[in-house]
């Protein structure tokens, strides 16, 4: 069986005992924690109008199917909606292999094909967007270079390895593909996930030799990041334990085999 820590199971709980509500600490931050989309987006540093368009224009998509196997062999034309000092592409008109025109939008790079992104780059950095205005050219550029950022940030990254900005560590998902988690964002994650991050961390730290481990000796920053790391998982695990236990205390979960919530 496994446990999923819950967020209303003690409020809808029913206190027959007096007083039961004050026995129960406040291990909830008071500080609310939000999820900084401008800093995954590399655009913290801009001021907030152009922010502000920015995270309404990659929002716009197209509204058919942009994927396609074809190889992009040239950009036809381009329209740039430009506010705020960045300039949007609504509309990209591409040649592939097979001579027809496909179309598509700035917010549509992520539904195209790798090799799509690549296509486009070789045509900026060999110059045969003569056909376009040197404005485009640069907007263009900025555009795949931004998108590309962070493909490296998640794609390029060895697992089990600490991130310094935001600070987190690198680890694999059930997909087996390489993902961060921060250090302020652990109450994303599950039990399982936490757990088995911790024993990655804890083998790392210690210069046990696994095979799912990298082969190489850890820094001392690095294992002074994964220690405050280790104590924060243990004590968010803790806190969920605490919990689970106080449910059960007023009938709302079973202990079933989890001997530590005794």
Known sequence: MTYTTSTTKTKAAKYDLPGIKDMVSNIWSPVKVSYDKYALWGILHWRQERKTFYAYARGLQSRHDVYSTKRILV????????????????????????????????????RLRINDIEDMLHL???NWLTNLSGDDVADFAIALRMFTRSLV???????????????????????????????????????????????????NTKNIDMEY????????????????????????????????????????????TDLRLL
Do not use: C
Not at 84 to 105: C, M, Q, W
Not at 166 to 183: A, E, H, T
């Open 75 to 110: 950009v036809t034309h381009v329209s740039v909606m430009r506010k705020h000092g960045y300039g949007y592409f609504e509309e990209i008109e591409v040649r592939r292999a097979n001579n027809d025109l496909y179309r598509f939008k700035e917010g549509d790079f992520p």
């Open 213 to 256: 481990l990298p082969k190489r000796r850890w820094s001392t920053l690095e294992k002074k990041i994964a220690h405050f790391m280790i104590k924060d998982i243990n004590k968010l695990l803790k806190e969920r334990r605490m919990m689970r236990s106080l449910e059960k205390f007023v009938g709302g979960r079973l202990y079933g």
């Open 153 to 203: 940030i998640q794609k390029k990254r060895h697992t089990y390895t600490p991130y310094k900005d935001p600070q987190g560590f690198i680890y694999v998902n059930d997909n087996k593909k390489n993902r961060l988690m921060r250090s302020n964002e652990l109450y994303k994650f599950n039990d399982g996930t936490l757990t088995r991050l911790l024993s990655s961390l804890e083998d």
């Open 124 to 126: 900026v950095v060999q």
